[in-house]
């Protein structure tokens, strides 16, 4: 017994003896494994997380529009998103990720990652540098999905499929792309992290995703008019319970959303998680608190628009602010949404279908304001000097000027998204004209321009 | 037993009125009371279809974010039977005490002349068919 315990010590030593690495070459295998360790982490996040994304669009967003719809029109709504799900992944592959996020001048990417070239396993350090470019890649694709197909909320019930596949083509390319490289892309105008002229923080999309769709649908509304019937008729969401189910998906997805947009596994991503489950929740109750007072009930529909009117809001914000400052983000886009959809749009009477601009224009720009005011380098150390300092980023961290250049990134995505989306809507217009007819759009475009019915229930 | 025809008959041989057609509209949450006390008295044919009306009854307001539409054309049960004119006044008195609330919105009922009545299966004629 005694010997054997003895040969056991004994044999570590011998295999040292054998072989003696150096200190520096255990040291670079010790930080090699780290680093592939943290990788591992980051890539599993990131991966879930761009599922969670894909995940709001479908099924998320189009239940949740599919519902909002009238029963003539579920399969058609649900058909924007879905559609978008293929058509923005063939263009991203093209051209769209080369165009949002390769080199370029501060207004568009550039041609190095043309059909994905050059975009591997190897990470791109410029934008996050523990996971493999190919996963960057593929997350930002989700956001270029879902984008588009907020729109798709202003102009339900009376668009050509035909003049939709074709407006929304044009606006990734015209509308989205930019603006993804203005703000996320290296170099871009507005990148607050590589050098741009007009530093803003827009932690997941604030300005790129919701201010660009939710303005675009403004003008989508006012272009395409109002449907028939409006506002006479009774056209009453023909299932809440399918919104209900695709609003609370969209609330679970956007955990990949904001906290994904940490690139990592890191605390950032937690403090982002935790600030946009807080908005998501205060705003809730703002809209139906709102509501209660104002029409006597509180509506489970006014509950999940709250929910998602404090999603957006609290999107530009989530890795930049604490989670009180998140509570109040949400709150104020939950009262606020809700008064741009009863109050303003019945005053200014334009028919936004599933009120895209009240919730995503609204919600998207009173988050992008108020990360001017909440963002601290307490939850976000991003922001160094060429020293290494920590800067400070908002309002609260004694940085006023930031607001000014939140407004600044405000007003930009407000006139690109307007004049590009009003140019786009002519050149479809032209093309193949982008409203359906009065028939098809009577007959429900379930029926006009898919050949198919929601429910067949005597079958 | 009773049974409800819903077929267009042709040839229509109007000899005696034998038999009671009775249409009610009912609250829908009165139709499983309706149907057990019918039962009870012997009477399980019917027909039944899901309807949208008003009478005296105001509708009701609906809100989705800020649209508020007056609803009232409400969802109510119509039943239809035919029934022997012996029976016809139990079946009235049961159908309407059963379906009865009291309050607006209970509904109507409706009796109608039977001309004929003939089953598909083995073409039995007048009562014999119910």
């Avoid at chain 1, 939950?334 to 224009?361: E, I, P, Q, R, S």
Wanted: proline share 4%; with cysteine; aromatic share 10%.
């Amino acid at each position: 017994m005694p010997r054997r315990i003895l040969l056991v010590f004994c044999l570590p030593l011998l295999a040292a003896a054998q072989s003696t690495p150096s200190n520096e070459a255990r040291l670079a295998a010790v930080e090699a494994a780290a680093k592939s360790a943290q990788s591992a982490g980051d890539n599993a996040w990131m991966l879930v997380s761009a599922a969670l994304v894909l995940m709001m669009t479908g099924p998320g967003l189009a239940l949740f529009y599919g519902g909002l719809v009238r029963r003539k029109n579920v399969l058609a709504t649900m058909m924007h998103s879905f559609s978008l799900m293929a058509v923005v992944t063939v263009l991203w592959a093209v051209c769209g990720y080369s165009f949002a996020f390769a080199e370029g001048s501060p207004f568009f990417g550039g041609f190095h990652y043309l059909f994905l070239n050059n975009v591997g396993s190897a990470p791109n350090a410029d934008y996050a540098a523990t996971i493999p470019q190919q996963t960057f890649m593929i997350y930002q694709l989700m956001f270029a999905i879902i984008t588009p197909a907020l729109i798709s909320g202003a102009f339900a019930e009376r668009m050509k499929y035909s003049a939709m596949l074709l407006f929304t083509v044009l606006w990734t390319l015209l509308v989205y792309l930019p603006m993804a490289h203005m703000v996320w892309g290296k170099g871009g105008l507005l990148n607050a992290f590589t050098g741009g002229k007009i530093p803003c923080f827009d932690f997941a999309g604030g300005t790129v995703v919701h201010i660009t769709s939710g303005v675009s649908a403004l003008v989508c509304a006012l272009y395409l008019g109002k449907r028939v019937g409006y506002p006479e008729e009774p056209m009453k969401p023909h299932s809440l319970v399918l919104s209900f189910i695709g609003a609370t998906l969209l609330w679970v997805g956007w955990f990949g959303f904001n906290a994904g947009s940490a690139l990592g596994a890191s605390g950032l991503a937690t403090s982002a998680f935790v600030a946009t489950h807080f908005g998501a929740a205060a705003a809730t109750l703002g809209w139906m608190l709102a509501e209660w007072l104002r029409s006597g009930k509180p509506s489970m529909l006014g509950g999940i628009s709250g929910c998602v009117a404090g999603l957006v809001a609290i999107t530009p914000a989530s890795g930049f602010v604490k989670p009180f400052p998140a509570l109040l983000i949400g709150f104020v886009a939950g009262v606020a949404c809700f008064l741009m959809v009863t109050v303003v749009k019945n005053k200014f009477g334009y028919d936004d279908t599933l009120d895209a601009f009240g919730v995503h224009g609204a919600g998207g720009t009173i988050g992008a304001i108020l990360t001017g005011v909440f963002a601290t380098s307490l939850i976000n150390d991003g922001l160094k000097d060429a020293s290494g300092k920590i800067l400070p980023l908002g309002l609260v961290d004694g940085k006023p000027e930031q607001v000014l250049y939140q407004i600044g990134g405000v007003l930009i995505s407000w006139v690109l998204a307007s004049v590009g989306t009003l140019l786009i809507l002519k050149i479809c217009d032209v093309w193949v004209g982008v409203r359906v007819s009065r028939d098809q759009e009577i007959d429900g475009l379930d029926l006009s321009m898919h050949g198919e019915e929601g429910y067949n229930f005597e079958t | 037993m009773a049974w409800i025809s819903a077929c267009t008959v042709k040839k229509v041989i109007i000899s005696r009125h034998r038999m009671k057609k009775i249409e009610a509209i009912i609250q829908p949450h009165k139709l499983e009371e309706v149907k057990e006390a019918l039962k009870a008295i012997g009477i399980d044919g019917m027909t039944i279809t899901e309807v949208r009306g008003h009478g005296r009854q105001k509708g009701h307001k609906e809100v989705y974010r800020g649209m508020e539409y007056h609803v009232d054309l409400l969802p109510k049960v119509k039943m239809e039977m035919v029934v022997p004119d012996s029976r016809s006044d139990e079946v009235l008195h049961t159908l309407a005490s059963a379906a009865r609330s009291g309050k607006i919105g209970d509904g109507k009922i409706f009796v109608y002349e039977v001309a004929e009545a003939i089953r598909i299966r083995n073409d039995d004629r007048g009562e014999g068919a119910l």
